[in-house]
């Protein structure tokens, strides 16, 4: 964090002596290739990827409390499936579809950050 | 009491009150590289020019124990001064007193203070270095960081607002300098946060440290909540003195009027700076230190949104904002906060009579599902928002390609930009040539015998149809076909014809940016 960025563009690129030793990245708009910097939190930047509800993500950190299914259980669309621990709140946490249980990947007393895989369905 | 006697006695608890904290509070600011509040006054202010009010101001606190607890000024300094001669109203919370922590009284010093910078129309500077509310005065803590805000919100576009974070500014109290103009951070010094490590710690079990969550390079960088980053508090307030001299004292006033300087046309030669080749990287900053006055540019965000220039020049010694895509990151292109930038800095200068020059070089917006998601149509909106609603002179200069929808939003006719130039290398189409002829010849390149070669020759046949100034100037699109060295006179010529323009816009009581 506390390093000068890569892309400060202090120095004046336009200097041919320079120009030669800059290497510069490649973005493409609308086919046209474009030789530029890349800003860190463009390259940072979170690739979008298909959500598979069969794969049950937290939505918030916490502690998880209590696992009310077991793997092999059939189960329905709001079914309890446990209990997680959040902001000093006891939050129940519901089925969002029809399914059967593959895998439970947290156990009980486990603290799990955001978007951590809890349980997945076959 | 004789009169002498009096006198002595002021003297005397004078000095008790320029004590601030006392000499081991004092010690532990210098310990953490911190001058104290005192001295950064001092430092910022033209010699001798300061002069501070209510230093005898107690808090009336009387929970907690706070009754017999003395809190010298109750933890602020307010007072009035100049900065090269311009008066300014300034607060700045005393980090010994109490960890500079915000009470009703503290409060009531510094909304005085911003109450007499709106009545004396002239600018307004707080330094920030508090622990935040006073929690032992609790809501009346809450009160206080309420009316400066509203004060805040109500002085905006009248007078110009700077906030200095020279400390930790935590919490609520973030929102006085987010509402302010501009934000001055100093590395290592400056922390500002909603919630702090600990927080974030126990409710998320996130571990971060203070620097990381809301240092100076964080918010110089990232978040775009800081416009100028220095290394040293001296530097920051170096920056402070030269941004004051670029802005008007209120927004019925014009900023200070220079003496006029040729560029240094010897450094800066726009015809070498432009590659002719659109996809070619060049530093815009360049054109315009070829356009300014003595060849100066004081830039404002410059580690943030970098594809996206903005800042303050001089054109025949008068100031002037631009706005200028840089090729040189992201291809210059308009995104997120490139666009929160600019409109915000649009609107500044508008509010404050500072004509725009807009240097425009951009392929468009930036492709990508997590720019779509957020929201890059409503933050997109902005830019257009600000430059249609400008009444202050608008001007456009076309230095390469301005494709699609960036080229309506970067200040185009169609926006009621007063003037605007295109250099001879303008291109000015609906998108870059292999993307256009990919679509409008898809049939002929698909059915070819070579695709590629004929791709390649319907790209070239496009290129020579539309990569052109000349299909907008020949609408009227474009006012002006220049030469690059004709720029400068150009400028000079349309902001000087354009000094008593009029723009009247139908009434209402406000619009409603896409904020």
Redesign the interface.
């Known amino acids: 964090m506390a390093t000068k960025p890569k892309t400060s563009t202090k120095a004046s690129v336009s200097k041919k002596e320079e120009e030669s030793k800059v290497r510069f990245n490649t973005l493409v708009v609308n086919d046209d290739k474009y030789r530029t910097f890349l800003t860190e939190k463009y390259k940072n930047r979170k690739k979008w990827e298909k959500p598979d509800l069969k794969k049950i993500l937290s939505q918030i950190s916490g502690t998880v409390i209590k696992v009310y299914v077991e793997e092999g259980q059939k189960v329905k669309e709001g079914d309890l499936m446990m209990v997680l621990e959040a902001m000093k709140m006891k939050n129940k946490i519901y089925f969002p579809i029809d399914g059967t249980v593959k895998k439970i990947h947290v156990s009980e007393n486990e603290k799990i950050p955001r978007e951590h895989l809890m349980i997945e369905l076959k | 009491m004789s009169l002498k006697r009096k006198i002595l006695e002021l003297q005397k608890k004078r000095e008790k009150v320029l004590q601030g904290g006392g000499e081991k509070a004092i010690e532990k600011q210098v310990a953490m590289g911190k001058m104290t509040a005192r001295e950064r006054i001092i430092t910022l202010l033209d010699e001798n020019s300061f002069h501070e009010y209510d230093m005898f101001v107690e808090h009336e606190a009387r929970d907690f124990g706070m009754a017999t607890k003395v809190l010298h000024g109750d933890g602020v300094i307010i007072g009035t001064g100049t900065i090269y001669g311009a008066p300014i109203c300034i607060y700045a919370q005393d980090f010994t007193v109490a960890g500079g922590s915000l009470g009703l009284m503290h409060a009531r010093k510094i909304t005085k203070i911003m109450d007499h910078a709106m009545k004396l129309r002239v600018p307004l500077i707080g330094i920030n270095d508090s622990g935040g509310a006073r929690i032992q005065e609790g809501v009346n803590s809450l009160a206080g960081y309420g009316e400066i805000f509203y004060r805040n919100t109500i002085a905006s576009g009248v007078i110009p607002q700077i906030s200095v974070i020279l400390g930790p500014c935590a919490g609520g109290a973030v929102y006085s300098p987010a509402l302010t103009d501009f934000v001055f951070v100093v590395d290592k010094i400056s922390k500002m946060f909603i919630t702090g490590p600990e927080v974030i710690k126990t409710?998320?079990?996130?571990e971060i440290s203070m620097?990381?969550l809301g240092?100076a390079?964080?918010h110089s960088?990232?978040t775009g909540n800081a416009h100028f980053y220095a290394e040293s508090e001296i530097e920051c307030f170096d920056q402070v003195k030269k941004l004051i001299t670029y802005i008007p004292w209120n927004n019925s006033k014009k900023a200070y009027s220079f003496e006029a300087k040729e560029p240094k046309i010897d450094q800066y030669k726009i015809d070498?700076?432009i590659p002719g080749n659109p996809?070619?990287?060049?530093?815009v900053?360049?054109v315009v230190r070829a356009v300014t006055d003595d060849s100066d540019f004081f830039e404002i965000q410059?580690?943030w949104a970098?594809?996206i220039v903005i800042g303050f020049g001089r054109m025949n010694g008068q100031t002037v904002g631009f706005v200028c895509n840089?090729?040189?990151?992201?291809?210059?292109?308009l995104d997120i906060?490139s666009s929160d930038k600019a409109a915000r800095f649009i609107r500044y200068c508008d509010a404050f009579n500072i004509p725009i020059i807009t240097l425009v070089d951009l392929?468009?917006y930036?492709?990508?599902?997590?720019q779509e998601?957020a929201g890059v149509i409503r933050h997109g909106a902005k830019i257009l928002y600000a430059y249609s609603e400008a009444s202050v002179p608008k001007i456009t200069v076309i230095l390469r390609k301005a494709?699609?929808g960036g080229y309506i939003a970067m200040n185009s006719r169609h926006l009621n930009a007063d003037f605007v130039f295109a250099l001879p290398g303008a291109e000015i189409a609906v998108?870059?040539?292999?993307?256009?002829a990919?679509i409008i010849f898809r049939k002929e390149i698909m059915s070819a015998e070579d695709p590629e070669k004929m791709r390649k020759q319907k790209v070239k046949e496009y290129k020579e149809k539309f990569a052109n100034p000349y299909v907008a100037a020949a609408k009227g699109y474009v006012d002006s076909v220049i030469e690059p060295e004709e720029t400068r006179k150009l400028l000079l010529h349309a902001i000087e014809v354009s000094k008593n323009k009029v723009d009247t816009k139908p009434d209402k009581k406000h619009g409603i940016p896409p904020f």
């Open positions: 409710v998320l079990g996130e620097e990381d240092g390079r964080v960088e990232i070498e700076i996809k070619d990287p060049y530093d900053r360049d410059e580690l970098a594809n840089q090729p040189l990151v992201l291809a210059g292109v906060d392929p468009g930036l492709p990508g599902a997590d998601h494709y699609g998108m870059g040539p292999e993307g256009a990919n």
